[in-house]
């Protein structure tokens, strides 16, 4: 079993920026890969962006360029740092992660992007 937790959403102003956090738990040594996908009123869940535990990583085309994912060197927490937010970037954004073929999914972070 894993745990995830998320923290770090909140109100951004447009052009803003901010970072998510995601801490794991339980048995956060076999997870391969870990990601942030994000879920918008109306809208299905989307891939946001992912890395694995050798630290390749994969971005939509809605944030590349804007955005940076990454995890500490213990694997045991993951970030999202977001620039140049824009409103269609609100949606509540959640942490991932994978064992095996288990998918493990933190509860969410609100982001709202709104002048």
């Known amino acids: 079993q894993v745990q995830l937790v998320e923290s770090g959403g909140g109100l951004v102003h447009p052009g803003g920026s901010l970072t998510l956090s995601c801490v794991a738990s339980?048995?956060?040594?076999?997870?391969?890969?870990m990601g942030w996908y994000r879920q918008a009123p109306g809208k299905k869940r989307e891939l946001v962006a992912s890395?694995?535990?050798?630290?390749?990583?994969n971005y939509a085309d809605s944030v590349k360029g804007r955005s940076t994912i990454s995890r500490d060197s213990a694997g045991n927490t993951l970030y999202l740092q977001m620039h140049s937010l824009k409103p269609d970037d609100t949606a509540t954004y959640y942490c991932?992660?994978?064992?095996?073929?288990?998918?493990?999914w933190g509860q969410g972070t609100q982001v709202t992007v709104s002048s």
């Open positions: 991932h992660a994978r064992v095996g073929r288990v998918n493990f």
């Open positions: 339980g048995s956060s040594f076999s997870i391969s890969v």
């Open positions: 890395i694995t535990s050798g630290i390749s990583t």
